[in-house]
């Protein structure tokens, strides 16, 4: 392009330099883009990819200002003039190119070698952390907007709903297609994840507790947590697991085991005697045997009621009330 005769080939002068732009631009570009956002944390990507947009636009259109001027200054009226101009102008551009390259070697620091796929997944656990913290944003200013609502000497209690806890910390989540699973989380990520929300919960003035009707509550795991009460499935709880609930009460936190059906009952539906019997009976084979023995405790419908009819929803809330006023030391604990 820089020697352009004045009467030229097509395919002999401009064709091949056509056919070279454009192999270089389309292994340029997308490396460029991918290089320019290695490296970025996803809360700032959008902004990178921003900048690199706007500087190529930007510099394309400048580079052409700059590149018409010189083409303008050093050509003419008549043919030959106007082909000097160009040859001028590319001379320019073939220079700057140079320098590119230049500063480009000398100044750029060469990063370690990556694979594909580091380069297009961001780092484990980054985009959970993300929607995680923006998760506990939005329940921190959802909390105080409540508090607001009902005045300051209300109690709230927010329930952080985790039927599918152990099947995350097991790597038993099914993707979109069904066909392979998402990677499972490590409990302590899981931890953290859950000290976020509490913190928010706490901090705009309420109390956090977390339930999970699954088999298998991750006990342990969250012991490592500072949420304080726990809610569960009773029909679900394992002997294996008495001894991790145990300490969970010997720490000082609340267990609100779900005692009441949370659909309705095929047969017989059960009274309040009998679940009263039952949650005494299961505290006393995890260890408090004496009913004045036994912890606080707040009795609950073992899930969510949404699959109930509304007649079974406004029984089992009734009967979870009843129960546990039958445990409260001011109504009298009735024998296990």
């Known amino acids: 392009m820089m020697r352009l005769p004045l009467h030229l080939n097509y395919a002999v002068d401009l064709l091949p330099a056509f056919l070279l732009l454009g192999v270089g631009m389309s292994l340029s570009w997308v490396s ?6 290695a490296g970025v944390s996803p809360a700032d990507s959008g902004i990178a990819s921003g900048i690199a947009n706007t500087a190529r636009q ?13 083409a303008a200054s050093y050509g003419g009226v008549d043919a030959a003039d106007v082909v000097h101009g160009f040859r001028v102008a590319f001379d320019v551009l073939f220079v700057l190119g140079l320098v590119a390259v230049v500063v ?3 100044f750029l620091t060469p990063r ?16 959970r952390d993300l929607l995680a913290q923006a998760l506990a944003e939005g329940v921190r200013q959802h909390v105080a907007d409540v508090r607001r609502r009902l005045g300051g000497d209300a109690s709230v209690i927010v329930q952080l709903d985790e039927p599918a806890l152990p099947t995350v910390l097991a790597g038993g989540v099914p993707t979109a297609s069904g066909f392979s699973r ?46 304080p009460a726990l809610s569960f499935d009773l029909s679900l709880v394992t002997r294996s697991q008495y001894e991790d609930l145990a300490e969970w009460v010997d720490a000082g936190r609340a267990l609100w085991p779900g005692a009441v059906p949370a659909v309705d ?72």
């Open 32 to 37: 460029v883009t991918i290089a320019s956002l």
């Open 58 to 70: 930007v510099g394309g259109a400048v580079g052409l200002a700059v590149v018409s001027t010189i």
């Open 104 to 106: 480009a070697a000398a």
């Open 112 to 127: 370690e070698p990556q694979t594909v796929e580091q380069l297009l997944v961001p780092p484990k656990g980054s985009k």
């Open 182 to 227: 998402h990677r499972s989380v490590t409990a302590a990520d899981a931890a953290q994840t859950l000290d976020w929300l509490d913190e928010a919960v706490v901090s705009a003035g309420a109390t956090t507790l977390v339930h999970c009707c699954a088999a298998e509550v991750p006990v342990a795991m969250l012991r490592e947590t500072s949420i």
């Open 265 to 336: 009952p095929a047969g017989t539906p059960p009274g309040e005697v009998e679940l009263t019997n039952r949650v005494l009976g299961w505290w006393s084979a995890l260890g408090f045997s004496e009913a004045e023995t036994v912890p606080a405790t707040v009795v609950t419908p073992a899930c969510g009621l949404a699959g109930a009819s509304p007649g079974w929803a406004r029984t089992a809330l009734s009967l979870a009330e009843r129960v546990a006023r039958n445990l409260s030391e001011g109504e009298g604990r009735m024998d296990p």
